[in-house]
């Protein structure tokens, strides 16, 4: 379909496929090659509308691309309005579609086609959320029929012990079994293996860690198999160079449009009213734990606590300047300085103080996780309420799940939104922006 409107778009502005055949099949071959290394149909139930969003968003941008680059390779002359208003048709088309079948596709499952049977089995919390998902989110095409446990329940939902399970599974169609690991023995999880292996049933494992789990690469050594712990985004080449792109193109914007006039300003209202420089530099923890300097606009008096103790609500250190900059976030554009350089990016997880890493270290199971990336001018947890100073535990392990769901999750779409949602909460204002 998405080659179909691609084609009609082309005729409806050319009226002729011959006399562009070479124009067409250049088209028609670059949009299938962009979506094989895009993954724009690689999909499943579960898949969310961001992330489908973000798939067109970069299938499009990498298109529009190609196509425009197709008359720089080949000298072909361009008609700027003429070839934007293509684009613009088959965008909309492509996009218009692709709404119109998930939205379909999910009208469909929700109405009781196109479904899976599903049991669970085992019986705790995890299990519990999962088979509230099935349940509540019927769009997705689960059909929830029950689940197996050891534990004695009187639930309509019980189907009988785990020994039962097996018979259950081949006499009714169940399509997925959803195993708990905590419910499970070694053996036990063997014996489920094995079992979807022998009959052809697809055998899933709920983990048994309430902690963050981190996705998992197999890669092949010859014929030896390697698991690696752990795959992140940025891990490609390619997309840590693009990411590298954006935060110097971004960087270099704030830098001549907004610090260019900012600094003259700051520098006569911070020193009218206390004694020191405009800038503030302190080490922080950055990638893989190596410390930088990060840049600030000071906000607070002169003090020999400045790389000890966070600032606090009604900190006495904080000059009336420094009160707005800091709750407007003004004062952490100097840190766009840092990401020109090459010590920061615009999005990610905040640096810390070295003195603050060493306390959240024995607090937090997976804290270094966050330093596997550069750490950002802002982040989701950021965005997400977790921002400034750490009053509590359930503080900073919130704000570490979010930054390693960020690091594990990464797409510019999310880097976008999470910008957008910053300078909105600048302009409205923070509880914590202090």
Known sequence: MHLLIINSGFYYYNQSFTENSFQLLYLNGSWIVIAYFVGIYKFNR??????????????FSVFAFAFFAFFAIFNQLLNLKFQLKFLTLIFFGITLFRVLYFSGLRRYRFSGYNYKNVVVIGSNQGVNSLVEFFNERLEFGFRFKGYFSNESTK?????????????????????????????????????????????????????????????????????????????????????????????????????????????????????????????????????????????????????????????????LRITKVGAFIRKTSIDELPQFINVFLGDMSVVGPRPHMLSQSKIFKKIVGKYMVRHFVKPGVTG????????GEIEKDSDIINRVKYDIFYIENWSFFLDIKIILQTLLNAVKGEDKAY
């Not at 579960?46 to 299938?59: D, E, G, H, W």
């Not at 989701?380 to 921002?387: D, P």
């Open 380 to 387: 989701l947890a950021q965005v997400k309420g977790y921002r």
């Open 155 to 315: 639930t309509k939902t019980y189907l009988g012990t785990i020994d039962d399970s097996f018979d259950y599974i081949l006499n009714n169609e169940i399509d997925e079994v959803y195993c708990s690991i905590a419910s499970l023995s070694n053996k036990e999880i063997t014996r489920f293996i094995n079992f979807g292996d022998d009959h052809v049933k697809v055998v899933k494992f709920i983990p048994d860690s309430k902690e963050l789990v981190s996705k998992m690469k197999l890669e092949y050594y010859g014929y030896l198999p390697i698991l690696s712990i752990r795959q992140l985004p940025f891990d490609k080449p390619i997309i840590k160079r693009l990411k590298r792109l954006f935060d110097i193109v971004f960087s270099l914007l704030i830098i001549l449009f907004v610090l260019s006039w900012l600094i003259p300003i700051l520098f006569i209202a911070v020193k009218l009213e206390s004694k020191g420089p405009l800038f503030f530099k302190q080490i922080r923890e950055g990638i893989k734990g190596n410390p930088f300097h990060c840049y600030k606009f000071r906000s607070m008096a002169i003090n020999n606590l400045s790389d000890e103790i966070q600032a606090t609500k009604n900190d």
């Open 46 to 59: 579960q898949t969310k509308a961001p992330k489908v969003i973000a798939q067109l968003f970069y299938q």
